[in-house]
């Protein structure tokens, strides 16, 4: 039987807080290195069984334990709370009420990111709006708050303040401030300001404490550098530019990880991660970059590092790292994408669907001794562990898993062949299934296929044949950063996914062989996209991706997108246009029609914002060649680039600038009922603000997809509100697989049919609507012909 040992590192002044013994104090445990030790039980036929839950409101605050109370933060529907219950039996103890609740917004649930911290009697939080707070321990009640925000000038970032308050000696340290931030040092007693460091932009990470030559240093990831602190005096001993800070994951929640033998590991970017090592040199300390590679990306867990190796995930993968090297040493899809922590010689993971596993800490291969079901909603969280009990929360609840002896196993459920009952595909699988030779008939049956995926009345069915452990499908049908396991018939190497859709759908989609993406090598339709990058993820880069795609028995090709006459052919030709408000050149191509050149007709204007891959992926130019004098009018049509400002800004460019520029340039119909505005995903929102901020000059609007969350649609109400006028020609569409992420509380399909009621409750006549697509052009470009005959038909 092992028990709790931690090693208290001795030094002059501060040390990392060594916890009591069966304490886990603050966030990733009492070391703040994502481990716990002292199994209550022999290390042998181990299981787990939940003990108890507790109802909780929601948030992402994960869970501390000392004395005998599990204490984490949460909102309950009107305000953010910090609350203690009874580690033994779940019952509550007392709650603080701390400010306002924190409303999920653009992805987000309701709550606070922060973990609160334990520290001898009294517990110290970081509120949403960047409160610091002491609270008595016993009963709750509040000895100190500083506002970090008014007190250092200091903004919020976008979700609200989020790094969780760590404790080194009787100092606590936290980063904070989205614009000039920095690591903070306070008294615990009081919250008196000790130091401040290292002036960085911070999101919502949160700082590691480690010992290099003899030194208690602060290890802490800000949006631009790795820093690291003298814990005693706040002296900056090292920082190292680590080229990340873009995107949703990476550095913006970053925790460093102390990886041995002065090493620290640190995801830093979205698509790829790295070992430094740092060493005492003559000038003070040397930082070196041992290697940088994407064998951990995509993911918002903190790996745990134990005897060389690193455990975490990679995108939704289990992986193994050799932390000397970054060699990935296995990976699995197994159990899920989820949260880490090292308890003895074991990983526990919590995944994000609710389920608590514990596998061997093996570099070998994945293999799980037990787990269980603990909650049947999502969990955004990383475990924790006191007492011989692991404790974990969900969006809606806190609970205790007791690890017993006796294994427990999960059973893995084929859920497929029931749900294809009926069709042809599993009238096939069912005769495949009893052959004498499986995999021969497999392989001639899909030999014998004129066109992959298999679709027939309401199913589409995923198909891969060749050599591989595991095959996955990602698709516009699933979501972002998501993807569905294909199930592999016994005895073949056929892999299969099937999935219930309309009969006129079209999608696009992914494989995924041995955890690498692949198109499908049976498919040759290809399209491109740069609403979706690598591992199925939300693209804010601009990068075009291949996917494949595929259309139901319904679905029909567009006549418009096929090749025009010659005769019919307009002109595209680029136009030179500097910004004096914006201080920058504004890409703009505009097309011409069919016989401008000849003729001194005048001709209405279509104004397309953020106008990337619309001729080249959304042909454009042989739509207007087709539907000009067909069925819609002829018109100009500028194409403007990409352009980096203010909505409002950009807005009155449009107006006082481009407009004028335009009409002076071209024969144009100048007039507010001759003039259009479109725009597609983040470009849509441009397109709104540059109408309704310009009135009286655009009067009409189309948007495809139009990134309307939270992000996009409050800026725009302001602007709404002080419309005088409500006489716009609209037009919306979106497709029903549009954009999405189940996890992520976020859906480009509801976000636009929430839009549309909110327009027409201003009186404002929507035409358009939902379409059976994907995203990205591939979809949009499906329905130009209705969204010109809308905004100018004949």
Same mark, same amino acid.
């Given at each position: 039987?092992?028990?709790?040992?931690l090693?208290?590192?001795?030094v002059?002044?501060?040390?990392?807080?060594?916890?009591?013994?069966?304490?886990?104090?603050?966030?990733r445990?009492?070391?703040?290195?994502?481990?716990?030790?002292?199994?209550?039980?022999?290390?042998?036929?181990?299981?787990?069984?939940?003990?108890?839950?507790?109802?909780?409101?929601?948030?992402?605050?994960s869970?501390?334990?000392?004395?005998?109370?599990?204490?984490?933060?949460?909102?309950?529907?009107?305000?953010?709370?910090?609350?203690?219950?009874?580690?033994?039996?779940?019952?509550?103890?007392?709650?603080?009420?701390?400010?306002?609740?924190?409303?999920?917004?653009?992805?987000?649930?309701?709550?606070?990111?922060?973990?609160?911290?334990?520290? %001898?009697? &009294? /517990?110290?939080?970081?509120?949403?709006?960047? $409160? +610091?707070?002491?609270? *008595? !321990? =016993? #009963? @709750?009640?509040?000895?100190?708050?500083v506002?970090?925000?008014?007190?250092?000038?200091?903004?919020?970032?976008?979700?609200?303040?989020?790094?969780?308050?760590?404790?080194?000696?009787?100092?606590?340290?936290?980063?904070?401030?989205?614009?000039?931030?920095?690591i903070?040092?306070?008294?615990?007693?009081?919250?008196?300001?000790?130091?401040?460091?290292?002036?960085?932009?911070?999101?919502?990470?949160?700082?590691?404490?480690?010992?290099?030559? %003899?030194? &208690? /240093?602060?290890?802490?990831?800000?949006?631009? $550098? +790795?820093?690291?602190? *003298? !814990? =005693? #005096? @706040?002296?900056?001993l090292?920082?190292?530019?680590?080229?990340?800070?873009?995107?949703?994951?990476?550095?913006?929640?970053?925790?460093?990880?102390?990886?041995?033998?002065?090493?620290?590991?640190?995801?830093?970017k979205?698509?790829?991660?790295?070992?430094?090592?740092?060493?005492?040199?003559?000038?003070?300390?040397?930082?070196?970059?041992?290697?940088?590679?994407?064998?951990?990306?995509?993911?918002?867990?903190?790996?745990?590092?134990?005897?060389g190796?690193?455990?975490?995930?990679?995108?939704?993968?289990?992986?193994?790292l050799?932390?000397?090297?970054?060699?990935?040493?296995?990976?699995?899809?197994?159990?899920?994408?989820?949260?880490?922590?090292?308890?003895?010689?074991?990983?526990?993971?919590?995944?994000?669907?609710?389920?608590?596993?514990?596998?061997?800490?093996?570099?070998?291969?994945?293999?799980?001794?037990?787990?269980?079901?603990?909650?049947?909603?999502?969990?955004?969280?990383?475990?924790?562990?006191?007492?011989?009990?692991?404790?974990?929360?969900?969006?809606?609840?806190?609970?205790?898993v007791?690890?017993?002896?006796?294994?427990?196993?999960?059973?893995?459920?084929?859920?497929?062949?029931?749900?294809?009952v009926?069709?042809?595909?599993?009238?096939?699988?069912?005769?495949?299934?009893?052959?004498?030779?499986?995999?021969?008939?497999?392989?001639?049956?899909?030999?014998?296929?004129?066109?992959?995926?298999?679709?027939?009345?309401?199913?589409?069915?995923?198909?891969?044949?060749?050599?591989?452990?595991?095959?996955?499908?990602?698709?516009?049908?699933?979501?972002?950063?998501?993807?569905?396991?294909?199930?592999?018939?016994?005895?073949?190497?056929?892999?299969?996914?099937?999935?219930?859709?309309?009969?006129?759908?079209?999608?696009?989609?992914?494989?995924?062989?041995?955890?690498?993406?692949?198109?499908?090598?049976?498919?040759?339709?290809?399209?491109?996209?740069?609403?979706?990058?690598?591992?199925?993820?939300?693209?804010?880069?601009?990068?075009?991706?291949?996917?494949?795609?595929?259309?139901?028995p319904?679905?029909?090709?567009?006549?418009?997108?096929?090749?025009?006459?010659?005769?019919?052919?307009?002109?595209?030709?680029?136009?030179?246009?500097?910004?004096?408000?914006?201080?920058?050149?504004?890409?703009?191509?505009?097309?011409?029609?069919?016989?401008?050149?000849?003729?001194?007709?005048?001709?209405?204007?279509?104004?397309?914002?953020?106008?990337?891959?619309?001729?080249?992926?959304?042909?454009?130019?042989?739509?207007?060649?087709?539907?000009?004098?067909?069925?819609?009018?002829?018109?100009?049509?500028?194409?403007?680039g990409?352009?980096?400002?203010p909505?409002?800004?950009?807005?009155?460019?449009i107006?006082?600038?481009?407009?004028?520029?335009?009409?002076?340039?071209?024969?144009?119909?100048?007039?507010?009922?001759?003039?259009?505005?479109?725009?597609?995903?983040?470009?849509?929102?441009?397109?709104?603000?540059?109408?309704?901020?310009?009135?009286?000059?655009?009067?009409?609007?189309?948007?495809?997809?139009?990134?309307?969350?939270?992000f996009?649609?409050?800026?725009?109400?302001?602007?709404?509100?002080?419309?005088?006028?409500?006489?716009?020609?609209?037009?919306?569409?979106?497709?029903?697989?549009?954009l999405?992420?189940?996890?992520?509380n976020?859906?480009?399909?509801?976000?636009?049919?929430?839009?549309?009621?909110?327009?027409?409750?201003?009186?404002?006549?929507?035409h358009?609507?939902?379409?059976?697509?994907?995203?990205?052009?591939?979809?949009w470009?499906?329905?130009?012909?209705?969204?010109?005959?809308?905004?100018?038909?004949?």
């Amino acid at each position: 039987m092992t028990r709790f040992l931690l090693a208290v590192l001795i030094v002059v002044g501060l040390a990392p807080v060594a916890a009591a013994s069966e304490d886990w104090s603050q966030f990733r445990g009492p070391a703040a290195e994502g481990r716990g030790t002292g199994l209550t039980v022999e290390p042998v036929e181990l299981g787990m069984q939940l003990e108890w839950r507790q109802k909780l409101g929601s948030g992402y605050s994960s869970v501390v334990v000392a004395d005998s109370r599990v204490i984490t933060q949460y909102a309950d529907g009107t305000s953010e709370l910090t609350a203690a219950f009874n580690s033994r039996t779940g019952e509550s103890l007392w709650s603080y009420t701390i400010e306002p609740q924190y409303a999920g917004h653009d992805g987000s649930h309701d709550g606070s990111l922060s973990t609160p911290l334990i520290l %001898g009697d &009294t /517990v110290y939080g970081v509120s949403p709006a960047g $409160k +610091l707070f002491a609270l *008595d !321990a =016993t #009963d @709750g009640k509040q000895r100190w708050v500083v506002d970090l925000a008014a007190k250092f000038e200091i903004g919020a970032p976008f979700y609200g303040f989020g790094g969780s308050p760590i404790a080194v000696g009787d100092t606590i340290v936290v980063q904070a401030g989205a614009g000039k931030g920095a690591i903070y040092a306070f008294a615990a007693a009081d919250g008196e300001l000790r130091w401040r460091a290292g002036e960085d932009r911070m999101q919502y990470q949160t700082p590691t404490v480690t010992r290099l030559d %003899g030194k &208690t /240093v602060v290890v802490a990831v800000g949006m631009t $550098k +790795l820093w690291g602190v *003298d !814990a =005693t #005096d @706040g002296d900056v001993l090292f920082q190292q530019e680590h080229g990340g800070g873009g995107g949703g994951y990476g550095a913006s929640s970053a925790t460093p990880v102390p990886a041995g033998d002065g090493r620290i590991f640190v995801s830093h970017k979205d698509d790829a991660s790295a070992m430094y090592s740092v060493a005492k040199s003559d000038n003070g300390y040397s930082v070196e970059t041992l290697w940088e590679n994407n064998g951990i990306r995509h993911s918002y867990n903190t790996p745990v590092y134990r005897d060389g190796f690193l455990y975490g995930h990679s995108s939704r993968f289990m992986t193994c790292l050799d932390a000397a090297t970054g060699e990935a040493m296995w990976k699995t899809r197994e159990p899920g994408d989820g949260y880490t922590m090292l308890v003895d010689d074991f990983v526990v993971i919590l995944t994000r669907e609710g389920s608590v596993h514990l596998i061997e800490a093996s570099s070998e291969s994945y293999k799980e001794l037990a787990a269980v079901e603990v909650f049947d909603d999502l969990a955004w969280s990383p475990p924790s562990f006191a007492a011989g009990r692991i404790y974990a929360r969900s969006l809606g609840s806190l609970a205790s898993v007791n690890i017993v002896n006796g294994g427990t196993r999960l059973a893995v459920t084929d859920h497929e062949n029931t749900r294809i009952v009926g069709s042809k595909f599993a009238r096939f699988l069912t005769r495949l299934e009893a052959a004498d030779d499986p995999n021969t008939l497999a392989r001639q049956w899909v030999e014998a296929q004129e066109q992959f995926p298999i679709v027939e009345d309401g199913w589409v069915h995923f198909v891969y044949y060749g050599e591989a452990t595991d095959v996955a499908v990602g698709s516009d049908l699933i979501g972002i950063a998501a993807e569905k396991s294909m199930n592999r018939v016994k005895g073949t190497d056929l892999f299969f996914a099937s999935i219930r859709l309309e009969n006129d759908a079209r999608a696009n989609y992914i494989l995924f062989k041995d955890y690498e993406q692949v198109l499908d090598p049976r498919n040759t339709r290809v399209a491109r996209t740069a609403a979706i990058g690598a591992d199925m993820e939300l693209s804010f880069a601009g990068q075009w991706m291949e996917m494949s795609w595929f259309s139901m028995p319904d679905w029909k090709e567009p006549v418009h997108l096929t090749a025009a006459s010659e005769e019919r052919n307009g002109l595209v030709k680029d136009h030179a246009f500097k910004s004096e408000q914006l201080a920058a050149d504004v890409a703009t191509q505009v097309y011409l029609p069919h016989g401008y050149e000849e003729g001194d007709t005048r001709y209405p204007v279509l104004y397309f914002h953020g106008a990337s891959g619309a001729l080249d992926e959304g042909g454009w130019a042989q739509s207007l060649d087709n539907l000009i004098g067909q069925s819609v009018e002829p018109m100009i049509v500028v194409f403007i680039g990409p352009v980096r400002a203010p909505q409002p800004a950009y807005a009155k460019m449009i107006g006082e600038e481009l407009i004028p520029n335009i009409d002076a340039m071209f024969r144009t119909v100048a007039e507010r009922d001759s003039r259009a505005s479109v725009g597609n995903n983040f470009s849509a929102v441009g397109a709104l603000f540059s109408t309704f901020m310009n009135p009286d000059l655009i009067g009409k609007v189309a948007t495809q997809s139009a990134f309307v969350t939270e992000f996009g649609w409050l800026p725009l109400q302001p602007v709404l509100d002080g419309l005088e006028r409500h006489d716009f020609s609209l037009y919306v569409d979106w497709g029903r697989y549009d954009l999405r992420s189940d996890h992520e509380n976020w859906d480009l399909s509801d976000a636009n049919a929430t839009m549309v009621e909110a327009l027409d409750k201003r009186g404002m006549k929507v035409h358009g609507g939902q379409a059976n697509d994907g995203a990205g052009w591939p979809s949009w470009r499906n329905r130009t012909d209705a969204l010109l005959k809308a905004l100018f038909p004949i």
